[in-house]
C-alpha cells in the first residue's frame, strides 16, 4: 500500500492559474461565498482536486480494509473498553471538580485556605532563615505541663508540714502551698523561656516596646520567686520557733532541757530545697523552648492554621478518595477485559493504527495545500472583482449564502477568512 505525502504536494496550484480561474468567476458579475469563505470556484477548482486524492487514498486503502475487516469486530470490542477507561476517568474527573467547586463556594473554608496560606509563607520563610531546621516546640506539648505541675507537688511535699504546723488548718496550709507550687512553677517558666531565647528577646533588633514586654516578664518572674522564698523562709522561721516554744525547759531527770534545734539551718535548707525546685524547672524550661520565639510562634500558627484547613477539607478528600478507589476498581475491571479482547488483535490493531496515522498525515497536507490554494484563490478573486468595479462593465455583487445570507462588500470580502481542516477534507470522502 504506496501513497506518499508527495503526491499530495502535486495539487499545489501556480499563481497564474489561480489568477486565470479567479478572473472566470469574476466574469460572471455575480460571486456567492459560504461561511469558511469559499466560492462556488474555489471549491471547483481548489477542493475537486482534494476529493480526487482523497479518493485516490481510500482507492489504495481498501485492499487493507478488505483484508482487516474480519478482526474489525474484536478491534472495535478493544477500542470500545478502551473508551470506556477513557469515559471512567472523566467522570471522576469531573465528580472531583465539582466536590471542589462546592467547597470552594464556602466562604469559610476559603477563608481558612487564606490563613493557612499567610501561616504557610511566614513558617517557610522564618524556616529558611534557620536553615530549614523544625522549631523546638516541646513547650507546648502537655509533657512539658505535666512536668511543672511535677514542680508544683515538689513544692508541696516541701512546704506543706510547715504551713500546717505554722497554721494549724488544712484549708489555709493546702491553699498557701498550692499558691506557692504556681507561683515556683510560673517563675521557673519565665525565668527557662527568657534564658533560652534571651538573645532574641533583648537583642538590638528587637522593638522597643516587645524588648520592655519581656523585661516585664522577667521582672514578674523574679517577683515570684522572691515571693516564694520569703513565703518559704518566714513560715519555716516561724514554724521552727513555734516548735521551740512547745519544748519544755526540763527534761525527766530535772536537768535543763538540751534543745537540738537550729532556726537558721532549716530556714536555709528551706531556701535550698525551693532553689533546686525552681532550678529542675528552670532547666525543663529552657530545653523546653527554641532558641527563636518567632520561630516557635509561626510554627504554632502553621500547625492550628494547617489543622483547621485540613479539617475543613476532609469531606472532600474522603470524597476524593471513594471516587479515586471507584474508578481503580472499574479501571482494573476494564483493563482486564481489554487485556483478554486486545490479545488476539494486537498486530492488526497495530497496523490500522499505523495505517491511521498515515491517513491523518495526508489529511493535514491535503488541508494545507488546499488552505494555501484556496487564501490564494481568495485573494485573486477579490483583486479581479476590484479590477471590473473600476471598468466600464461596472461592480461585481457578491452575496454571502447559509444562515448569515446578505450582501457584502468588496472589502468585507477581501476581509473574510478562509477556512480549511483535515475535518473538512475528510468529509470530502
Known sequence: MAFPLEQVNALRATPESLMEQAGQEAAFGRISVNDDGLTAGGRLHVIEPARAVLAQWRQTRRPFDVAIEPKMRAIRAAQDVENEIAAARGRAERDEHDAEARLEGDEHYRRLREDFRVADTRYQRIKADHENRDANMSAYHPAYWVALLCIGVAEW????????????????????????GVLLAFAAHGHGSLFKQWSYRFGEHRDAIDRRGDWRMLALSTF????????AAGSRYAAVMHQLAGQPD???????????VDPMRDVLLSLLWNLMAWAVGVFIAYMAHDKDPDFMDATRQFNRAHRRYRRRRRPVVNRVSQITARLTKDIERLESAARTKAADVAPERALLSQVDRHEAAILAALAAVVRGNAQLYHANLAQMAASLAASPRGAVTIERVGPRAGQISLGDFRNEAVTVTPDMIRELG
Open 157 to 180: 511535699l516541701i512546704n506543706y508540714d510547715v504551713f500546717f504546723l505554722f497554721a494549724g488548718v488544712v484549708a489555709i496550709a493546702a491553699g498557701a502551698t498550692i499558691i506557692m
Open 224 to 231: 515570684s520567686l522572691l515571693i516564694v522564698l520569703l513565703a
Open 250 to 260: 526540763i527534761n525527766l531527770l530535772g536537768a535543763d532541757a538540751q534543745i537540738s
